[in-house]
């Protein structure tokens, strides 16, 4: 009998730790965190720049794309930074035809679980912030991050409007954030100093140069990417507000004067009769 009660105990022991692990277990994964980070392909610096149609469309002969930087180097890594210590799933998503796809999967290659792309050409700013809101609507995503603006249209409105979207919380311009306890909390540069502010969750984020360092991936997360999803899905909910009229290049840079250390008074009627900046 002593044996057997001493068995007992053991197994009522065995059978509450084994529902305590299932408990952690479920409580773990209701806290799951679910990220969805804003990626866009954007012309490579070096590029050269010309117009076509009646100077109405941007000329995308010869140009190289690349992830737009503030997409990549800081919404993405601070997304992949906070999964690590909270657990969960980053997914990318795109507007955007098959010509994206390199980009996307160099997000894929640096650590995003999955890749999303709107099959539709972005018309401005309208458009492509309603096409993903209305995904976004759908996946019941904790954080939405985005760069603050793309390099080659810098409106650094996208952030913004899918929040109005969403009727989430927005925290724009972002140079630090991190979650605890259903709240974000972030950091941006204001003048003079820092502002800390603090949000419920969902919310959406834009990034701002400081949020996360660059990472670099590597052959393992290369190949990796090769198999990892890439859904393309219909364009659905997309709302143009705005259409190009024009584009014009900057004028040429004229010839450079230099003007002697010991001749200020030349140096200012220049500025004054050539620049007209006097």
């Known amino acids: 009998m002593h044996f057997r009660g001493i068995e007992s105990s053991v197994l009522t022991y065995l059978w509450g730790s084994f529902d305590a692990v299932i408990w952690a277990l479920e409580v773990n994964q209701s806290m799951t965190m679910k990220f969805l980070v804003c990626i866009s392909k ?16 941007f ?11 503030y997409d990549e180097w800081y919404a993405l890594v601070r997304a992949l930074e906070l999964k690590e210590q909270h657990g969960g799933s980053v997914t ?3 507007v955007g035809e098959a010509d994206c796809d390199p980009v996307i999967r160099k997000a894929l290659a640096i650590g995003a679980d999955d890749a999303l792309r709107i099959d539709a050409n ?18 019941g995503y904790d954080v939405v991050l985005c760069g603050k603006e793309t390099i080659d249209h810098n409106g650094s409105v996208v952030g ?19 979650l605890d306890g259903g709240k974000a909390q972030a950091k941006r540069e204001v003048s003079g100093g820092l502002e800390t502010v603090e949000a419920t969750l969902p919310v959406v984020v834009s990034a701002a140069k400081g949020l996360a360092e660059q990472r670099i991936p590597n052959m393992r997360g290369i190949m990796a990417a090769r198999t990892k999803p890439l859904n393309v899905v219909p364009a659905e909910g997309g709302v143009q507000g705005t259409a190009v009229s024009k584009f014009e290049l900057p004028p040429a840079k004229g010839d450079c004067k230099m003007v002697s250390a010991d001749a200020p008074e030349e140096l200012v009627r220049l500025l004054r009769e050539e620049a007209k900046v006097l």
């Open 122 to 139: 972005p018309q401005d700013a309208l458009h492509t912030a309603s096409l993903i809101a209305h995904h976004a609507k759908q996946g």
């Open 92 to 94: 990318t998503i795109t």
């Open 42 to 57: 954007a012309p490579d610096t070096t590029s050269r720049i010309a117009f076509t149609e009646g100077d109405t469309q």
């Open 59 to 69: 000329d995308a002969n010869g140009v190289q794309f690349i992830v737009n930087p």
């Open 160 to 178: 913004g409007m899918v929040a109005e979207m969403l009727d989430t919380a927005y925290i724009s311009l972002a140079t630090s954030l991190d």
